[in-house]
């Protein structure tokens, strides 16, 4: 709506996972380190935490696109299936044909799969995003899953993304088995506040912006005090704020504006939770 107005190419504010705009801070750049030191060595199960919105998933996508040709991957997003069926998806998504859907006989096929991929150098990643939703027996699933392995590496190298309470599931006593094979962990934290403006003007380039939209010093530290650094509320907050300052035909997002937009968010959240 507002893209030509600020001859954007497109919206840069989009709360979508999109790895094109994804902002190294120091935070993800620590977390992106001990993801590829995980997959590198071969560590077998890789745990990545983090709140609601601070760019898990964004991360994720933007590491998968760091690997080298060697790897081949399964993404599986919100796992809500039965023991059997989240087996039946990570088939799929790493493209294996399988004639037998039982879970013995999934298990084999990808067993296979990981063999004739270790065979030719491939590494092989299976990422399990929102991983907190996964049921202790798929926990455990994914723990023998992760036992596949030659006399020298492990055969399959696991990343489990997920919010806090991932950590809550896996502190359960059924699940110590698979918490000893947990050899990389990462928390990921909201951005820091002087990454914030960073942040900020690094979408608006990606987007396509050439140096004539101007947030306001002012309107910056409210956004950061608005949205304690979480990139997904940045997002909403700056969004509302350039379709603010074009209903306004100024490309000058100020403390007015962001003020009104705050407001607006405010009763959102309001109406969200009656």
């Not at 006593?173 to 934290?189: C, G, K, T």
Request: with cysteine; aromatic share 8%.
């Amino acid at each position: 709506m507002y893209c030509q107005y600020y001859g954007l190419k497109e919206r840069p504010f989009n709360v979508t996972s999109d790895p094109a705009f994804f902002f190294l801070s120091r935070k993800h750049k620590e977390a992106l380190s001990h993801l590829l030191y995980g997959v590198s060595q071969r560590k077998g199960i890789i745990v990545l935490t983090g709140e609601i919105g601070t760019g898990k998933t964004t991360l994720c996508r933007f590491f998968l696109n760091q690997l080298v040709k060697n790897v081949k991957t399964a993404f599986i997003l919100n796992p809500h299936f039965s023991e059997t069926q989240l087996l039946e998806a990570i088939v799929k998504d790493f493209g294996i044909t399988t004639k037998n859907n039982t879970r013995l006989g999934l298990v084999w096929d990808l067993n296979k799969f990981l063999l004739n991929e270790s065979e030719t150098g491939n590494n092989v990643i299976l990422i399990i995003d929102e991983a907190q939703n996964l049921k202790p027996g798929q926990l455990e699933q994914v723990r023998l899953l992760s036992n596949l392995e030659t006399e020298k590496e492990k055969l399959l190298q696991v990343v489990l993304a997920g919010q806090p309470e991932l950590n809550r599931r896996l502190n359960l006593y059924d699940l110590r088995q698979l918490r000893q094979r947990i050899m990389v962990r990462y928390h990921i934290s909201p951005l820091e506040k002087d990454e914030i403006r960073d942040y900020v003007y690094h979408r608006l380039n990606v987007a396509g912006a050439t140096g004539d939209i101007e947030f306001t010093e002012g309107a910056i530290e409210v956004i950061a005090n608005f949205s304690s650094g979480t990139p997904r509320l940045i997002n909403m907050i700056c969004d509302r704020a350039l379709l603010a300052g074009f209903v306004a035909e100024t490309k000058k997002i100020d403390l007015a504006i962001i003020n009104k937009c705050i407001e607006e968010l405010d009763s959102y959240f309001v109406r969200a939770h009656q």
